[in-house]
């Protein structure tokens, strides 16, 4: 055959296929979500999240060490409080759970690097992400709280927050909170295009954070929806995102590779709950090799377009990485 073209001349060996690759990934890029309760010597995995655990904070430090070892040196970390009430007050405690972790992590290995997830819904006995007025979350009155809640994080230890509470105003209410605390340095990476998901149940379990009415639709985005994204994409950068984050990653590439493209931050998915689920339980039924397909997935958001990526899967991601079954 006269073939001026034959793509399969650059896959015929590993070394070859490796060498033109056109996604290359790497463990700076992962950051792996831990979700810290009250008590002591608490190990409880989560019934939907097989392979995942509440971790009392005395506990954290061996997670740590054997994450540091891996080459993951980022973790965003979640709190669940031992008391709720109608406005979070333990997100913003100065001894909360989440604060505590921080300071106990930030103290025994301080190149561990810490994001503070900056919400209300793992807080509120409500379960909803803000101050209610009524069934209505309140944007307005919700945002000083948010301020609080990011900056009661920083000053016990986080190197970076992350508000994933959709509500409008918020990068600018917490830029401003921690400028004027002082924390002009730290980075703000906005959970910008957040749809509202059913790939959040298993989270929701985990932190025992559905909303006891309603859904979250009047303030995470609507996922039939690509042009909104840019909208709250530009307004965060404009407001002060220093990065942007695309929640879920697995279904909404097209998102993530749209937001790359109009924005100038660095942009990183969010590999949820839901996604962890599917590929743990087919994995663990026998249906699929799992590492393979947490391989597959994780490497598409980045072709999409990703330069961070969320993933609860973060530890087998390093250890497929050292194995060469991704890279
Ligand atoms: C808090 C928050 C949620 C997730 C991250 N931050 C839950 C939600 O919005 O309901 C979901 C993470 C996951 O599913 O892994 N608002």
Not at 97 to 106: F, G, I, T
Not at 288 to 306: H, K, N, P, Q, W
Request: aromatic residues 8%; negative net charge.
């Amino acid at each position: 055959m006269d073939l001026i073209h034959r793509p399969r001349r650059l896959r015929r060996s590993e070394t070859l296929r490796k060498m033109v690759r056109e996604t290359r990934v790497s463990k700076s890029s992962l950051i792996y979500p831990m979700f810290v309760v009250e008590g002591q010597n608490v190990q409880e995995e989560i019934p939907s999240m097989a392979g995942q655990y509440r971790w009392s904070i005395d506990r954290l430090p061996e997670q740590a060490e054997a994450l540091l070892k891996l080459g993951v040196d980022k973790v965003m970390l979640f709190g669940i409080p031992g008391h709720k009430d109608a406005c979070g007050s333990e997100a913003y405690a100065e001894h909360g759970v989440v604060q505590e972790a921080m300071r106990a992590l930030k103290a025994r290995f301080p190149e561990l690097y810490l994001i503070g997830d900056v919400c209300m819904c793992e807080y509120t006995s409500h379960g909803h992400c803000g101050i209610l007025d009524g069934d209505y979350v309140d944007n307005d009155r919700t945002l000083e709280y948010l301020a609080k809640i990011a900056v009661s994080q920083v000053q016990a230890g986080a190197d970076m927050v992350a508000p994933s509470d959709m509500m409008d105003g918020r990068v600018a209410a917490i830029r401003d909170a921690l400028d004027d605390a002082g924390y002009v340095n730290t980075p703000i990476l906005s959970y910008a295009v957040k749809y509202a998901s059913s790939f959040y149940g298993p989270f929701r379990d985990a932190a025992d954070s559905a909303p006891a009415f309603g859904d979250r639709k009047q303030y995470q985005m609507d996922y039939h929806n690509s042009r909104e994204a840019v909208k709250e994409a530009l307004t965060d950068v404009d407001e002060g995102a220093d990065l942007l984050m695309v929640k879920p990653a697995m279904a909404y590439g097209d998102i993530i590779a749209r937001v790359k493209e109009v924005t100038d931050v660095p942009v990183a998915a969010y590999s949820v709950s839901g996604e962890y689920c599917m590929v743990k339980t087919c994995g663990r039924l026998g249906y699929v090799d799992e590492t393979a397909m947490l391989c597959e997935i994780a490497a598409s958001a980045f072709r999409a377009g990703a330069d961070i990526y969320l993933s609860y899967f973060a530890p087998e991601l390093a250890r497929a990485m050292d194995e060469g079954r991704i890279g």
